[in-house]
């Protein structure tokens, strides 16, 4: 008898915590799914593959590095309807798509860096905020150190898919990911990953001279955690994306740098309009 008394306590106690665990949950897994519905909605809705025969017409700019014939990334000839996404913010002004994270969404450059941490691309308030570049830098992106950053949430998405980065394994099975602008492709190579604090060097942007420039990517590569496949090249333009370690509450940062190897300019891209207009 007491021993049936015992284990019909023990089978409470663990319904109990099921359902503690459900409820828990349950508002992540609204979340989550809420995210990944309107980051398919978005791609439907913006991006597109550019046709074949467009694809000769592209012209390449002075920045492009030059590959053999045949070999362009055709990941760089996806077409971002920034017109339409203009017309629903302003302040959208490019496209990322990361897909080692199953990442593709609008990137917001805003007039302060608080707004986009509570509300999506299109302004609606959503908890896990936008992917965005500091408010003080250009929002054309011409600068030799970009940043973007993103929430680290806690289901893999925005940018809580980095985390996988911290495996060379994962590098070298998605060594790319893709930066669109209007007029512009660029194809990026993953090249270091480093766990820093939030007031680090790491987050240096502006003018540089070219000492120290070469100083500063020769840092980045000297703390990287993995060591990026691929050739190995001079580092000419980075693109850092930045996102906590954790719930956020220190100052712990994980930052992802990806070399720029490749800069397309596409014509459908620069009749659909430019940032700088």
Not at 53 to 58: L, M, Q
Not at 220 to 239: A, P
Request: glycine fraction near 6%; charge should be negative.
């Amino acid at each position: 008898m007491e021993r049936e008394k015992i284990s019909r306590k023990r089978r409470g106690i663990a319904v109990l915590t099921l359902a503690a665990l459900f409820f828990w949950y349950l508002p992540q897994i609204q979340v989550s799914r809420q995210i990944r519905k309107e980051q398919e909605e978005a791609v439907e809705m913006y991006v597109r593959e550019e046709k074949e025969e467009n694809k000769e017409e592209n012209e390449k700019s002075e920045e492009v590095q030059e590959q053999e014939p045949g070999s362009t990334d055709q990941n760089l000839f996806r077409t971002i309807d920034f017109a339409g996404l203009r017309s629903k913010n302003r302040e959208i002004c490019a496209w990322l798509w990361i897909p080692g994270c199953a990442l593709d969404v609008p990137v917001v450059h805003g007039q302060d860096n608080a707004y986009y941490l509570t509300h999506d691309a299109f302004c609606r308030e959503r908890i896990y905020g936008s992917i965005f570049s500091p408010c003080d830098t250009t929002e054309d992106f011409s600068e030799r150190h970009t940043i973007l950053y993103g929430h680290n949430m806690r289901d893999g998405t925005m940018f809580g898919g980095l985390k996988k980065y911290r495996e060379a394994s994962w590098e070298q099975e998605f060594p790319y990911l893709y930066l669109y602008l209007p007029g512009e492709a660029w194809q990026c190579r993953i090249w270091s990953v480093e766990e820093t604090d939030a007031k680090s060097d790491v987050y240096r942007l502006g003018a540089w001279s070219d000492a120290d420039w070469n100083a500063w990517v020769q840092e980045r590569k000297e703390n990287s955690i993995i060591f990026g496949s691929g050739e190995e090249k001079e580092v000419q333009k980075i693109l850092t994306l930045s996102t906590c370690i954790g719930d956020g509450s220190s100052s712990q940062r994980l930052a992802v740098h990806a070399a720029v190897e490749m800069i397309f300019a596409t014509k459908s891209g620069r009749e659909e309009g430019s940032v700088l207009e």
